[in-house]
């Protein structure tokens, strides 16, 4: 049996795949002049952080106050979280603030005013720009809503203007590579004009975008002075589809032992379902949905994706994968299948760890606590220690 | 501030409601002289486990090896790991069933001989039939597959004939209450036709069924011996949706703060997303997805799902809702809305414990340990503890 001691659904990172995709990445913003502040949201963890910094990462962006706490306490020391200030977190963020070079989004002159007046630390502000996403932000051409939250940030005491931000998601929305970087140059050209309706109140102002299709793919940055792209540390079967990553840039694959074969219907079942995966889906080329592709594993890792063989129904734990009528005949219970994922950062999210080529792990943040068990908690194990935050 | 405790997306629990749904569930079994063993996969804790025994429950379904050992270690002595036998984890299987009085599911002649040739102690065998669902489990008409099997597991060492067992998942398709009792009835009559097909050689033969939708409505259960209904313990917006529960009976609700207004679009945006409910998604009566219905917390509790408004979006930490207009002049960022989960089992997944409205926590076996960190993982931190299982 290959990989006896892999007895459950587990996260396989391949370490060379990830610090490639971080080496090359990093090689694109020093081309280009960029300031580089990778999204950690993807990887969470501290072990993959410590391989940004042997690429010389200083400074990094996160998706949460308690993400940030995890990073800051394993001594990054300039973090931006790229999510809406959440008003009940204000306490957390000022301690923050006075330990890091913190920046944090805003976008209404409420949470702007409310913010200020709970701090005692000084904090980097960045107005959250709308170019079209339509999920959070201030839209691109609302230059008097603009205009008046860089008025309240500086008539503050403790909101530093830095600049604007946007996350230019509909990019991930795009057929193909062409229109990636139709649809990153117009968001850049609205971040451009946006930038310059506050010229006149921010002198300093910086213009920060992020997402991996747009920063893997552009080659065109100019006006942009900082990026913040995250999934290109693992990549996924999304970004392959679009085609802005091939099939060996994909740093993970989650293992998954076979559990029933269902040679009439060209299937096989593993155990490996929502629960690991996630729902995240995809649409073929037919408009079938598929929740991941099929490789081979080996002691080295794994190989290319299986011609035709696809994950096409998924429950809470269990997988179905199709596979061509050549294929299930070599397959027997007990075999390990590698699943190349949807969307990695999800992936490892539901995973919460990785296991890498070498047999050893690498933390995820969600493997740590989201639910921190009340001091009443009565249910305690000796398998399970209370974890105060 | 209503509640600022809750800093961040956390998962409420009404005891009050689970207890009320536990207690009904029991009553119906007894009703109809079924044996009760509810599935612990939904709510996968310790302490909402204690209710169940409240009510006499002593035996179980649980869906992994893992979650076996979990509540194995609480002193749960008859349990059903309702999954095809991963090979992988014999050794598990093998030290569970020298503690417990354990049941397997098995549908192949090869893994039943490799799992009685690896066990030392005694398990009980479940036959896995489909009934149509196409999961897993033999064809309950393939009566060669299944006597084979049979005949395998009556001439095994370590295998105990007890039953056929199956998961209606059908009806989790089903539009309605009345498609929902057709399906129960047709994979019923299935079962009860498989089960006849075997009667010679397992006289005490008996059938297990369970599938939250079929146990809630049906009324004619004869010829079953035992249902194993989960998702009942909680409810959600899917089985609100099919009408198989009201929307009071749904017994956890995700309160989320509110982080950003988009008045114009009558949206607002949550902090809480896809790696807190989980992508799960139903469509309304116009095709529309939707990722949870809203409602109005209060101290005690949450109301009534608020009409019209839905989470129509979702990114991994966000959520965008959509609210009929009279509804957004009445919301500040700072406040709480409750989302009610259109899947409960991956919602309760996904954050890994509760809080229920006393303000003490209940565990989740998810929160306890999905990869244990090897001993060579680099990055522990004075938040994590290693669990060695």
């Known amino acids: 049996m290959l990989l ?30 960029l300031h580089f502040r990778p999204h950690f949201k993807t990887h969470q963890s501290r072990r993959i952080g410590s391989w940004f910094r042997d690429e010389g990462v200083t400074s990094i962006t ?6 940030a ?20 977190e204000v306490e957390d963020i000022d301690s923050l603030a006075a330990q890091v070079a913190l920046g944090v989004l805003l976008e209404s002159v409420p949470v702007a005013q409310r913010l200020d007046a709970a701090l005692k630390n000084p904090v980097d502000v960045w107005i959250k720009i709308d170019t079209g996403y339509g999920r959070s932000g201030i839209a691109h051409d609302d230059i008097d809503a603009l205009r ?73 940055f100019s006006g942009i002075d900082e990026i913040r792209p995250g999934n290109f540390v693992f990549y996924d079967v999304m970004q392959l589809q679009r085609g802005v990553c091939r099939a060996e840039d994909i740093a993970v694959a989650l293992a998954c032992p076979v559990v029933s074969l269902h040679e009439r219907r060209s299937e096989v079942v593993l155990y490996g379902g929502a629960v690991h995966l996630s729902r995240e889906h995809v649409a073929d080329a037919r408009g079938t949905q598929l929740f991941g592709l099929v490789a ?12 035709g063989a696809f994950v096409t129904r998924m429950s809470q734990e269990h997988g179905i994968v199709h596979l061509p009528d050549s294929r299930t005949t070599a397959i027997i219970e007990g075999d390990l299948l590698a699943i190349l994922p949807v969307h990695s950062c999800l992936t490892a999210e539901c995973m919460k760890g990785y296991r890498l080529l070498d047999g050893s792990s ?8 989201k639910l921190a068990p009340a001091p009443s908690a009565p249910a ?6 209370t974890h105060t935050p």
Chains 1, 2 share one sequence.
């Open 62 to 67: 996160v998706s949460s106050v308690g993400m």
């Open 362 to 369: 690498a933390d995820h943040f969600a493997g740590v606590s």
């Open 380 to 385: 305690q194990t000796d398998r399970q220690e």
């Open 148 to 220: 008046r939250l860089a008025e309240t940030v500086g008539a503050s005491r403790h909101l530093r203007p830095r600049g604007i931000l946007t996350h230019g998601g509909d990019t991930y929305r795009a057929a193909g590579p062409a229109e990636v970087l139709q649809r990153f140059s117009l968001s850049r050209d609205r971040m451009i004009m946006a930038a310059d309706s506050l010229r006149d109140q921010y002198p300093e102002i910086r213009i920060s975008v992020g997402d991996t299709p747009g920063c893997t793919l552009a080659d065109d």
């Open 69 to 88: 706490r995890y990073f800051a306490d394993d001594d990054w020391e300039d973090i931006t979280i790229a999510f809406p200030v959440n008003l009940r």
């Open 296 to 307: 081979q594993l080996a002691s080295g890792g794994w190989g290319a994706p299986l011609s």
């Open 4 to 33: 006896p001691d892999i007895r459950i659904p587990t996260l396989l990172l391949s370490e060379s795949v990830c610090r490639r995709n971080i080496a090359h990445m990093r090689d694109r913003a020093r081309a280009h002049g």
